[in-house]
């Protein structure tokens, strides 16, 4: 079982930028997705992006696309999640996931492993 987590969550200005980071232990070395959640207060937890940890495929949410970037460094056991041009909506706590045998899965419950968390807030 993989273990995961976050940091780089901060408060940012509209329109800014941060780089999270999922230190990974354990098993990491495959073709299963890993990924990216977030949770806003009183919101369902939404999927963000995921990315396979052997050959790097991607998917998105819609609504990150051409704005967020997952990728990942397997020498680090590490993966990211570029965040450029935040909005406020953006405000979250963004969870790292892992432990998932479904390709292109937008479920949480598709996905075994969980970091704890780190908060992003976007505001002027």
């Known amino acids: 079982q993989v273990q995961l987590v976050e940091s780089g969550g901060g408060l940012v200005q509209p329109g800014g930028s941060l780089r999270l980071s999922c230190a990974a232990s354990?098993?990491?070395?495959?073709?299963?997705?890993m990924g990216w959640f977030r949770q806003a207060p009183g919101k369902e937890r939404e999927f963000v992006a995921a990315i396979k940890w052997i050959g790097a495929n991607t998917y998105y949410e819609d609504s990150v696309k051409g704005r967020f970037t997952i990728s990942r460094d397997i020498a680090k056991n590490t993966v990211y999640l570029q965040m450029n041009s935040l909005k406020p909506e953006d405000t979250a706590v963004y969870y790292c996931?892992?432990?998932?045998?479904?390709?292109?899965?937008?479920?949480?419950?598709?996905?075994?492993?969980w970091g704890q968390g780190t908060q992003v807030t976007v505001s002027s």
């Open positions: 996931v892992g432990g998932s045998t479904t390709w292109g899965s937008r479920n949480p419950a598709d996905f075994g492993s």
């Open positions: 354990g098993r990491t070395f495959s073709s299963y997705p």
